[in-house]
């Protein structure tokens, strides 16, 4: 940013500039502050000499005819003319003496005819084309410009890099003898910037910097919105990361992932306290901290109190607060100034840029010495502007935040022989061997004429009148795109070369400029190359260009042809290159990777999950879906980062949680589930839930109004699921005779243990929600009961699959147990079913008017439990007395008329629960084998529009991708209930997991449908 003013009250005391003779070369026209500067100089300087690219027969014109008009100038030479009056108003108003003007009317610069052609007569109309000469002595031979096209941008930069390659190579020319100019510099500049170094293309970038991106700006910007926001998580850790703090990135991202999984903010920084680092991954869990969780406490509160102690002054002194109205805007800013003091951001700047100096990233360098000057100036500006103004915290940010994005740093060439990359609208285009003009399209070369602004261009013509010039608009502006062409089509003395992509990013096609359309007309025999189309020799300008398209070449390979010569000898080439050994090796590795996990082997497999592995009924059914989701979850280990959010798996806890605490409740208390009423279970559900809360994900049901208020409904949603419980209580005669049952080693009842192969054994672990069981004909009948927080549905076909398992290993463990549940060895155990029951309230729209007790009848109705259960009548009576109308809301089970099970209805036989149970044993067997010999294969299955992928965490690991030949889901076709049976008795004889053969054995065991039961005329339960 430079300070006219301060020039123009230095320069009459430069001792240098007294009776000097100053020169100023380059400049097409002058801002009005560059003027003033310049009419001081001419004060003070013995001789000012101005340069102007103007058509010296104007100024002849002007002086013949004595006028200051410029009829005959209203072209592209518009913008130097009005220059060249403002330069005469100048020396009338200083009243210095003016020489008559130099006129250079013969230009010996070009050494290329085309190019003395190309200058003359590129704005002459009619066109003169250029004429067929021999070649001349002193005069280069050849075409003197050049056209190239590319199929996008990216290939237009790459086949430019490639031409500059070839022109210091074999032409002899030096970096800086060459320069290269686009319109449209904004979308050049990052490919220019990406291909010209992997080619080793020294090359300056001469266009303002925007420094929004810089970790100072991020840091002014976010401090003072920490201050508005409370310690608000995302503008505190933008600006910790900025890295200035005293802090390791690892200490931040510590801070971040407990700040994000206890959500802390405001209070939890003010109090000034230490945190307490406590895993907790059940509810209610109660275990000391382990010496692990102590030692990373304790780093973590030396990192918070770092940050506490660096953050809480620069809040304190601007929070509304005693002072509050007496804090302006001077006292913000010197506040601001003095935290970055504190941070030492200046010392961290100068470190910074001497780092990147010795990495040989002299821009960058030069962008952490500007900064901070930058950045000073924008806070002395607002001081200067608006310093006794009393502003609220909000309102300075913003005005901080318009400050700061105006910066824009201009760097000067670290560098002597290097390309100049410069737009037509800016850079100080400099005499150079060969030009490169990129970006020749349409719309862009020349630029279409801006249609913002407030004024109009008759506006904009008052206001000069009367000494207020802005910049050009309308037919201005179109004069001096017209210049700005001019200008880049003369600075070269030997070769021009124009460029343009033929589509843009997203592949649309773009037309070509009219400058090359002009082109084309002045130089008929002027020849245009597509940059696709060089020959394989010519793309081996570099190293790095020749591994690519050596890349390429390998495509060859796949579809079965051998490279030819050409390419063996560069394959031979980069091999023995040591910086390209790696990546030759890794091209060829990829014409034989394909994105699967080889098996683990069996030893290893044994050390990561254990000689008896120990599993839950979950752990498996993962497996099912996908080896890869299961060995990424419970062989490495992968969690998704904790966050301070109550997700369905939190209220399905607790949920399990306090029905489970209200079940003791009454077994403890004597009470009945089917006599207590609604305000009784109400009280206790409300006095169980608020000794939970507490507990629950860091007390976050307790941190704002809106989890308040989702508390309640949690409670109602627990309370109408006990009324839905109640109410099967009072329609049947099963009663929970346990909860939480817990099986595996050191628990209620014992493990599933299956042998496998070499001593090895799986272990089935886990927790049954609910045990129900009743007594009748002298048996006992056994029910599981297991809680979920939606609605699920379990079809058969999901069981042989192995998707849903669990409600039917629950039943074999219990029926295996059953001495232990009952306290007894007798009478015989039977399984009456297994049942999900949805822990929800539903909401109802009824058509017409209810009472509230009709209401309240329905709502319990519309919780359909799902599952199977015993075909027997009168174990289905004993669940719910009202099935002796032969229907039963609660359970979802209707009889036909001829007394048997409507189609599809879910109950099974004894035999079928048997034979489930057999197939059960086989496939966890079978499992645990597959599991023991490293199968982590990437394969989720597919089922209708559910997927193994849909709901998994580990897509950024594994990469699946169905368009992968060798990724492709495991498809899982939909089955009917006689196909299931057929598999699975199919299984069960031939000991094949999950045949799918098409045997024409048939199972004899029937359908529940099948058979007929005279209910009816048998005895009834009471």
């Known amino acids: 940013m430079m300070n006219y003013q301060f020039w123009q009250k230095k320069i009459p005391d430069a001792p240098f500039l007294q009776g000097a003779i100053v020169w100023v070369d380059g400049f097409t026209g002058f801002t009005p502050?560059?003027?003033?500067?310049?009419?001081?100089?001419?004060?003070?300087?013995?001789?000012?000499?101005?340069?102007?690219?103007?058509?010296?027969?104007?100024?002849?014109?002007?002086?013949?005819?004595?006028?200051?008009?410029?009829?005959?100038g209203e072209d592209f030479f518009t913008g130097p003319w009005r220059t060249y009056q403002d330069l005469q108003r100048i020396v009338v108003e200083t009243g210095t003496t003016i020489h008559p003007p130099s006129l250079l009317k013969n230009t010996k610069r070009f050494k290329h005819p085309w190019l003395s052609h190309l200058e003359t007569n590129f704005f002459v109309y009619p066109i003169t084309t250029m004429p067929e000469a021999g070649n001349q002595a002193g005069i280069l031979s050849g075409e003197g410009i050049q056209v190239l096209s590319a199929v996008n941008r990216r290939a237009e930069v790459e086949g430019v890099?490639?031409?500059?390659?070839?022109l210091v190579r074999t032409e002899g020319l030096r970096w800086n003898e060459i320069a290269i100019m686009s319109r449209d510099l904004t979308g050049y500049h990052e490919l220019i910037t990406q291909v010209f170094t992997a080619y080793d293309v020294p090359h300056f970038l001469d266009h303002k910097r925007s420094v929004l991106h810089h970790p100072l700006i991020e840091l002014v910007q976010s401090i003072p919105e920490v201050a508005?926001?409370?310690w608000s998580y995302e503008p505190l850790f933008r600006c910790l990361k900025t890295d200035f703090f005293p802090l390791q990135r690892d200490a931040i991202d510590r801070l971040e992932n407990y700040v994000l999984e206890h959500g802390i903010h405001g209070e939890g920084w003010d109090r000034n306290v230490d945190w307490r680092y406590h895993r907790q991954w059940t509810l209610g869990q109660n275990e000391e901290q382990r010496s692990e969780e102590l030692k990373f406490q304790a780093e973590l509160n030396t990192f918070r109190q770092i940050v506490y102690d660096l953050i809480n002054p620069f809040i304190q002194s601007v929070i509304p607060g005693i002072h509050a109205e007496t804090l302006n805007v001077r006292d913000v800013t010197e506040i601001l100034f003095s935290f970055l003091e504190r941070l030492n951001v200046q010392a961290t700047l100068k470190e910074w840029s001497q780092k990147a100096q010795m990495q040989g990233n002299l821009g960058e360098a030069k962008l952490h010495e500007q900064i901070w000057e930058a950045v000073i100036q924008v806070l002395d500006e607002i001081v200067a502007g608006l310093g006794d103004e009393s502003l609220n915290l909000e309102d300075y940010?913003?005005?901080?935040?318009?400050?700061?994005?105006?910066?824009?740093?201009?760097?000067?060439?670290?560098?002597?022989?290097?390309v100049l990359v410069g737009s037509l609208d800016r850079s100080r285009n400099p005499e150079v061997r060969v030009l490169v003009l990129m970006g020749a399209n349409e719309g862009v070369l020349p630029a279409r004429p801006g249609t913002d602004g407030v004024l109009d261009e008759y506006e904009r013509e008052q206001l000069k009148m009367v000494g207020i010039p802005l910049a050009p608009k309308g037919k201005a502006q179109t004069f001096e795109e017209q210049f700005f062409i001019y200008s880049a089509l003369t600075r070269a003395t030997e070769k021009l070369v124009v460029s343009y992509p033929l589509t843009d990013e997203e592949g649309k096609g773009l037309t070509v400029s009219p400058v090359v359309r002009r082109l084309k007309l002045l130089f008929p025999t002027l020849s245009e190359s597509f940059v696709g189309n060089q020959e394989d020799i010519q793309r081996l300008s570099h190293p790095n260009s020749a591994l690519q398209a050596y890349a390429e070449q390998l495509r060859t390979l796949r579809e079965g042809e051998p490279l030819s010569p050409l390419w063996q000898a560069t394959e031979a080439w980069l091999a023995q290159d040591p910086l390209q050994t790696n990546q030759i090796q890794r091209l060829q590795a990829s014409l034989l990777y394909q994105n699967q996990e080889e098996r683990l082997q069996r030893p290893l497999a044994r050390r990561l999950y254990g000689k008896c592995l120990k599993a839950s009924v979950s752990r498996l059914e993962q497996f099912a879906k996908c080896p890869f989701g299961h060995y990424a979850r419970y062989g490495l280990k992968l969690r998704?980062?904790?966050?301070?959010q109550l997700t369905s798996p939190n209220m399905g806890e607790f949920f399990h949680t306090i029905l489970h605490n209200f079940a003791i409740q009454l077994q403890e208390r004597g009470l009945d589930w089917g006599k207590?009423?609604?305000?009784?279970?109400?009280?206790?559900?409300?006095?169980?839930?608020?000794?939970?809360?507490?507990n629950l994900q860091h007390n976050i049901l307790q941190s704002s109004s809106r989890y308040r208020f989702l508390t309640h409904k949690l409670k109602r949603t627990v309370h109408h699921a006990v009324k839905v419980l109640a109410e099967h209580a009072r329609k049947g005669i099963f009663i929970p005779i346990q909860l939480e049952v817990g099986f595996g080693p050191n628990q209620t009842l014992p493990g599933i243990e299956i042998p496998l192969t070499e001593e090895d054994s799986l272990l089935l672990c886990g927790q049954i929600d609910r045990v129900d069981a009743a007594f009748l004909d002298g048996q006992v009948y056994l029910r599981i009961l297991d809680y979920k927080s939606r609605e699920l549905s379990l079809a058969l076909d999901s069981i042989y699959y192995g998707l849903n398992l669990q409600l039917l290993t629950y039943l074999k463990v219990a029926l295996q147990g059953a001495e232990v549940l009952l306290n007894t060895t007798s009478p015989q155990k039977v399984p009456a079913g297994f049942l999900y029951f949805p822990v929800l309230e539903p909401q109802l729209e009824e058509n017409i008017p209810i009472s509230p007790e009709e209401l309240e009848e329905h709502r319990v109705q519309a919780v359909k439990v799902s599952g199977y259960l015993l075909a027997n009548p009168r174990v289905l009576e004993a669940m719910d007395s009202t099935f002796t109308t032969g229907r039963s809301d609660l359970l979802g089970v209707t009889l036909k008329k001829d007394g048997t099970f409507k189609k599809g209805a879910n109950v099974l036989t004894e035999?079928?629960?048997?034979?489930?149970?057999?197939?059960?044993?086989?496939?966890?067997?079978?499992?645990?084998?597959?599991?023991?010999?490293?199968?982590?294969?990437?394969?989720?299955?597919?089922?209708?529009?559910?997927?193994?992928?849909?709901?998994?965490?580990?897509?950024p690991v594994c990469h699946f991708d169905p368009y992968l030949p060798e990724n492709q889901y495991r498809d899982l076709p939909a089955l009917k209930h006689e196909e299931v049976w057929r598999r699975v008795e199919n299984t069960t004889l031939e000991q094949n997991f999950g045949s799918s053969s098409d045997s024409n054995l048939h199972s004899n065991v029937k359908g529940p449908e099948s058979l007929d039961f005279n209910w009816l005329e048998g005895e009834k339960l009471i």
């Open 676 to 694: 207590l009423t609604k305000e009784e279970s109400w009280a206790l559900v409300n006095q169980l839930a608020d000794e939970l809360v507490p």
């Open 397 to 418: 940010s913003l005005i901080l935040a318009s400050g700061l994005e105006a910066i824009e740093l201009g760097l000067i060439p670290p560098g002597l022989d290097q």
């Open 640 to 644: 998704e980062r904790p966050t301070y």
């Open 161 to 166: 890099a490639r031409e500059l390659r070839r």
């Open 33 to 72: 502050q560059e003027l003033e500067v310049l009419k001081t100089l001419v004060r003070t300087a013995k001789e000012v000499i101005v340069t102007s690219p103007l058509d010296p027969f104007l100024v002849t014109e002007e002086l013949t005819q004595g006028e200051g008009i410029f009829k005959v």
């Open 228 to 230: 508005v926001k409370h």
């Open 911 to 955: 035999e079928q629960f048997s034979i489930l149970s057999d197939y059960l044993h086989k496939w966890f067997r079978q499992t645990g084998e597959r599991l023991f010999d490293g199968d982590i294969s990437l394969s989720p299955y597919r089922r209708g529009k559910s997927t193994g992928c849909q709901y998994c965490s580990f897509k």
